[in-house]
């Protein structure tokens, strides 16, 4: 077990991810909703490095196009970003943070768990 945590761990596939939300899925999905579901290489980035001083700097290098992304997106209930993170003040935080990244794009942050206003 020592050698296993000493090693760096596995980057995680899009096959991978995709196994996993199959797995929560409780019911069969059709041939077009598989479709839909079906993530590549390209839809993920890699993660900060930790040479960029801001979560706005790591976005711009990652998303390069986003300005040209945002002006014709009009699909509501398809974010162009998604961002997971483990906790809801985490959340918080890379949201302010990242607001010299947005620019005019709206942003909203879900919670699994409720967290006061005051505290956001």
């Known amino acids: 077990i020592s050698d296993q945590l000493t090693s760096e761990p596995p ?23 598989m479709e839909e579901l079906t993530l590549e290489d390209k839809h993920f980035v890699s993660p900060n490095d930790l040479s960029h001083s801001s979560v706005s700097s790591y976005l711009k290098e990652a998303i390069p196009d986003w300005e040209t992304l945002i002006d014709p997106h009009q699909a509501k209930g398809s974010p162009l970003v998604l961002i997971v993170t483990g906790a809801a003040l985490r959340a918080v935080d890379l949201n302010r943070d990242a607001a010299t990244f947005r620019g005019k794009a709206r942003s909203i942050k879900l919670f699994a768990k409720h967290i006061k206003v005051q505290g956001q």
């Open 11 to 33: 980057i995680p596939s899009p096959a991978d991810v995709m196994s996993i939300l199959l797995r929560g899925k409780k019911m069969e999905l059709t041939a077009v909703e």
